[in-house]
């Protein structure tokens, strides 16, 4: 089946503690992107990446990482999380050659940091 | 950058009638594309409908339609025959492959359908 796997669904915990929200599509996707969903706000980009090695910053990146080096795997990596961050966080990826592409999106990650 | 404005934060609807969801967006491209995705409460993110914006003809799909009026930049979405399954938060989203590879949404109606 085809799908973008984020995991963990759930995850709480405390200020500082390094963590990573693992993402995997296993559609070929060249283009890959995380969003976090906040209350009267919408989705917000956080990064993106077009293709393996290439990384770009959306309009949230502070406070986040990610890398690619694989072009079925984009993780989301919090170093030193804060209680700001606490949000739902999607995975989205996407055909980029066809030109009307929509986004895929994983099932969510709903982050607790306290 | 483009922005997407979604003016109606909350909407209710009787089972079976129409309802009409507002988006308005602002973009200075020229070759750009938009969206409705469907939330619902298990929080799993569908996309219900697109639109190229070279097109002139509204999208359609099922009981899904979208009224695209692009000198207004402006992009509802029309649910007919409304079902207790709409039920769910609606995202207005658009991208663009000419500069940057963003994309952008509203910030959400929550539609209610009340049997």
């Not at chain 1, 984009?74 to 999380?81: A, G, M, V, Y």
């Not at chain 2, 002139?56 to 649910?79: D, G, H, M």
């Not at chain 2, 207005?92 to 929550?110: E, I, K, L, P």
Request: charged share 20%; net charge positive.
């Amino acid at each position: 089946e085809a799908q973008v796997t984020q995991n963990p669904r759930y995850l709480i915990t405390v200020t500082g503690k390094k963590l990573t929200v693992t993402c995997s599509q296993n559609m070929n996707h060249e283009y890959m992107s995380w969003y976090r969903q906040d209350p009267g706000l919408g989705l917000r980009q956080i990064y993106y990446s077009m293709n393996v090695e290439v990384t770009d910053k959306g309009d949230v990146p502070e406070g986040y990482k990610v890398s690619r080096k694989e072009k079925r795997n984009f993780p989301l990596i919090l170093e030193s999380p804060s209680p700001n961050q606490t949000s739902l966080y999607f995975c989205a990826s996407s055909p980029w050659d066809r030109r009307n592409s929509p986004l895929h999106f994983g099932n969510g990650t709903r982050l607790t940091v306290t | 950058a483009q922005t997407v404005t979604q003016s109606q934060p909350e909407m209710s609807v009787q089972e079976a009638e129409t309802v009409t969801l507002s988006c308005t967006y602002d973009t200075s491209e020229s070759n750009y594309y938009l969206f409705w995705y469907k939330q619902p409460p298990s929080r799993q993110m569908i996309l219900v409908i697109r639109q190229e914006a070279y097109k002139q003809q509204n999208a359609t799909e099922n009981r899904f339609s979208v009224n695209f009026q692009k000198a207004a930049k402006s992009f509802s979405l029309k649910i007919s025959d409304s079902q207790l399954g709409d039920t769910a938060m609606y995202f207005c989203a658009s991208t663009s492959r000419d500069t940057g590879n963003q994309f952008y949404f509203g910030t959400g109606t929550s539609l209610t359908v009340i049997p």
